[in-house]
């Protein structure tokens, strides 16, 4: 009789092999099932023999046979063995393989030791060969945990040369411009906060904003604002382009101007990344708007302010606004606005929109638009697909709809007389079968405008007819490159498949070699498919292709679905085209590598500071009368429609579903292995890296979305840049540990942190008033990086002795 005592009755510990047994019996078959379609479509032996071995285990046990113990030690040595040959000692990599087994090892020991099948003394050995593989096992965990808390530390690069900032407005005293200054290269040359007295950093004010989303915007707040500050006033924009100026030193408001923006114009986000700053040629400073604040707002308009009193321009536009949507055509609100701060070069505003990404072809333009600073009026239009034409269209007709727009953040170069256009790519993204040889041509490209004609000077491409979303979110950073005989005027220009290209600012031409390479073919347009692809020399912050071992998981179980899920998904690496048949793993995301956080440039160092993400996408095309039957639609938010992982590419035929992150829907988890987002120093001069590591805490991560509340580096998604001062300290935050952190440029280690009441997806900013240095962060949080969503204004600084 099966659990039967010598006695006749049931031993408690018998009762306890039995459940036991039966449990590792149901392990067993899910994991031998599940092993043998993977070894079906090609992947690993493991799971299959595991689970065989598993189920034979559980039936011994459940008989109370103490064979049934040993079986399982021989599963779990095995199982660690397998573990370290397929991925060393990553600590993360080795969670799913190890942890899981490793907790039942700790129920199999205590009953197993108890069975009446052992003979004398077999409980004893039983016991010591299971202490010597738990030995090993925390062993392996533990050589982990000791690399993991080193970071790995290249050797600083000399000064660069020269790194005179060609922008009229600097950073020092100020913050005058979202990156710093035109160049944005988020670098303060600020030292009072430094790497020796930063642990004394704290909060020296709060300002709440007030803008915060009602119930019906409540899932679409992601405010990535930030500020700036010129003289004796910090100005800021909120979510809904509410304009605010702050004493810097206190955090008093000084005025507020609100634009009244609807709530039916909030496209996918309703975020304002900043404010521009200008002052008027020769004007008397005592007049009304001889400085001004600029701003673009989610409805398209371009609304200028006095600086000083927040008073509307009434000499810019109409009445202190233009309206940036003459001749762009029907657009429904929400699918043509602003997010991203103006740009200024030699008086005129250059100004970019935010076209929603998947909705239809026929889209508003991605027309780039130069007004006059003072007066408001339209200098130049460039379409790109009209482009003798550099004024309103003509009665009647529109800018060309549907190509690609500039949704992010303009660089400018004074002197030069070029504007830097980061441009995406034409309306839908998954598809090109009707997109034009100009929309081929400047799709995913940096275009260099002249400002005064709105004329191309140069552009460089980074992705030839782009079907993954690659599009340019990241500000080109300006920067004196350091070459034979001097410097070279350069920009160093981060893109989203992570690749960094470094340009002559002047020409376009590539300072480091940039080749093309194959990629791969096919896809549901394989004649439209590009042979190659053009990749940089320099620098990339993309890791290698995914491989089934890169997949991850709490347990073998989850991460066995997710092994399942990469080997019937079509992937054949970087550039894999989407497919309609199977589900494509894009790798990297839409997220980046780079995104609009963009990089920091350190240039007493000679130090680029990239933070990045690390995370693929499940994409697959549905066809149009799927799509047309699931009933997707446009987003529309006077009707409830907001959106999500389905896009509709009306006017294409296939609509497209994304899954950011790859991730397994059961559980809520990437099927990557961590991490998902990281921080890295490079040199300058030779594009090698000085240090890489996470970014992030696991706090606010888990499954079925429960916090961890994990205090480990995890290195998680980030929204958001970093800046960089010449006290040797780099601070960000963006992960979705809603922490800023001050990291040691040179070493890479954390050496100040502080918790944000909400997330912290925006980039900081610092300046000094009367000789107190501050550091400022928007705590908005986001609603796509799931953190919580404020309105707080944080400004740090040192206490006084």
Same mark, same amino acid.
């Given at each position: ?42 992947? !690993? ?28 030690? +021989? ?86 040369? !020269?790194?005179? =900032? ?61 500020? #700036? ?81 927040? *008073? ?110 980061? #441009? ?32 191309? *000077? ?10 993954? =979303? ?6 080109? !950073? ?81 991460? #066995? ?39 920091? +440039? ?16 499940? +994409?697959?095309?549905?066809?149009? *009368? ?31 579903? +994304? ?62 840049? !970093? ?32 918790? #944000? ?45």
């Amino acid at each position: 009789m099966i659990g039967a005592s010598k006695a006749g009755g049931w031993s408690g510990f018998h009762w306890s092999a039995f459940i036991l047994g039966a449990a590792m019996i149901m392990l067993g078959l899910v994991l031998a099932v599940g092993g043998g379609w993977l070894i079906f479509l090609g992947g !690993s032996l493991y799971y299959f023999c595991a689970g065989t071995a598993l189920v034979g285990a559980g039936y011994l046990l459940m008989r109370g046979r103490a064979e049934g113990a040993w079986l399982y030690l +021989v599963i779990f040595a095995s199982t660690l063995l397998w573990a370290w040959w397929e991925v060393g000692f990553n600590g993360w990599a080795l969670v799913p393989r190890v942890v899981g087994p490793l907790l039942l090892l700790l129920v199999v020991i205590p009953i197993g030791m108890r069975l009446r099948s052992f003979r004398h003394g077999q409980a004893t050995a039983f016991g010591a060969v299971a202490a010597c593989i738990l030995l090993a096992a925390g062993c392996g965990f533990a050589i982990e945990h000791i690399r993991g808390t080193a970071v790995a530390a290249g050797i600083v690069s000399p000064p660069a040369e !020269s790194m005179a =900032d060609p922008s009229p407005l600097q950073t020092g005293t100020d913050w005058p411009a979202y990156g710093g200054s035109y160049s944005a290269r988020r670098y303060s040359p600020l030292t009072q906060i430094n790497r020796e007295n930063v642990l004394r950093l704290t909060r020296a004010w709060t300002f709440h904003t007030g803008d915060l989303p009602n119930q019906r915007t409540r899932n679409t707040y992601g405010a990535e604002t930030t500020p #700036l500050k010129v003289g004796d006033m910090l100005y800021l924009c909120t979510p809904k382009n509410i304009l605010i100026a702050l004493d810097p030193t206190t955090g008093k408001e000084r005025w507020r101007f609100d634009p009244k923006v609807p709530d039916d114009n909030i496209p996918f986000t309703a975020a304002c990344r900043g404010v521009a700053y200008y002052a008027v040629p020769n004007a008397d400073p005592a007049q009304l708007c001889a400085t001004r604040i600029i701003e673009g707002t989610l409805d398209a308009r371009v609304i200028a302010v006095d600086a000083k009193t927040g *008073a509307p321009c009434d000499q810019f536009g109409s009445a202190g606004q233009v309206d940036t949507t003459i001749g762009i055509g029907e657009h429904d609100p929400g699918m043509f606005s602003i997010t991203s701060s103006p740009t200024i070069v030699r008086d005129v505003i250059v100004i970019g929109h935010q076209v929603l990404d998947g909705q239809k072809r026929d889209a508003p333009s991605g027309v780039i638009q130069g007004y006059d600073a003072d007066t408001g009026k339209l200098r130049w239009a460039w379409d790109m697909g009209n482009p003798d034409v550099s004024t309103l269209p003509a009665a009647g007709e529109t800018y060309t709809r549907g190509t690609p727009n500039m949704w992010t953040t303009a660089s400018g170069d004074e002197q030069l007389g070029l504007v830097y256009l980061p #441009l995406g790519v034409s309306a839908v993204d998954y598809w090109s079968g009707s997109r034009s040889d100009r929309e081929k041509e400047f799709a995913t490209s940096l275009v260099a405008l002249d400002v005064t004609t709105g004329k191309p *000077a140069w552009h460089f491409q980074t992705v030839h007819n782009d079907v993954w =979303d690659y599009d340019l979110g990241s500000q080109a !950073s300006l920067v004196d490159f350091p070459a034979q005989g001097g410097t070279v005027p350069a920009l160093i220009l981060p893109s989203k498949r992570g690749d960094i290209f470094v340009l002559d600012r002047r020409t376009g031409e590539p300072l480091v070699g940039v080749e093309e390479r194959e990629v791969p073919q096919g896809g549901v347009e394989p004649e439209q498919r590009a042979k190659t692809q053009p990749f940089s020399l320099y620098h990339t912050l993309r890791h290698p292709d995914l491989t089934e071992r890169d997949m991850w998981g709490m347990s073998p179980i989850d991460q #066995l679905a997710c092994r399942i899920m990469f080997r019937r998904a079509n992937y054949q690496g970087i550039f894999t085209p989407p497919s309609a048949l199977l589900r494509t793993i894009q790798y990297p995301g839409f997220m980046g590598g780079s995104d609009w956080g963009g990089i920091a +440039v350190d240039p007493a160092r000679g130090i680029l500071i990239a933070n990045y993400n690390d995370m693929p996408n499940s +994409v697959r095309l549905v066809p149009r *009368a799927e799509a047309d039957r699931l009933g997707w639609k446009l987003i529309d938010r006077r009707h409830g429609t907001i959106g999500g992982e389905e896009s509709p590419q009306v006017g294409a035929p296939y609509a497209v579903s +994304v899954i950011p992150g790859l991730r397994l829907r059961q559980t809520g988890l990437p099927c990557k292995q961590p991490p998902y987002g990281g921080i890295r120093a490079i040199d300058l001069r030779s594009g090698k890296t000085l240090w890489d590591r996470p970014l992030g805490k696991a706090l606010a991560n888990g499954p079925f979305g429960i916090p961890s509340m994990l205090p480990i580096a995890i290195g998680t998604p980030n929204n958001g840049g !970093s800046v960089v001062t010449a006290g040797g300290l780099i601070f960000v935050a963006a992960a979705t540990d809603n922490l800023i952190r001050a990291i040691d440029i040179e070493t890479g280690k954390t050496v100040w942190e502080d918790k #944000l009441p909400a997330g912290g997806q925006a980039t900081p900013m610092t300046y000094e008033v009367d000789g107190r240095q501050y550091l400022v962060i928007m705590a908005g949080g986001h609603h796509f990086m799931e953190t919580p969503v404020g309105d707080e204004l944080i400004a740090y600084a040192i206490p006084p002795k």
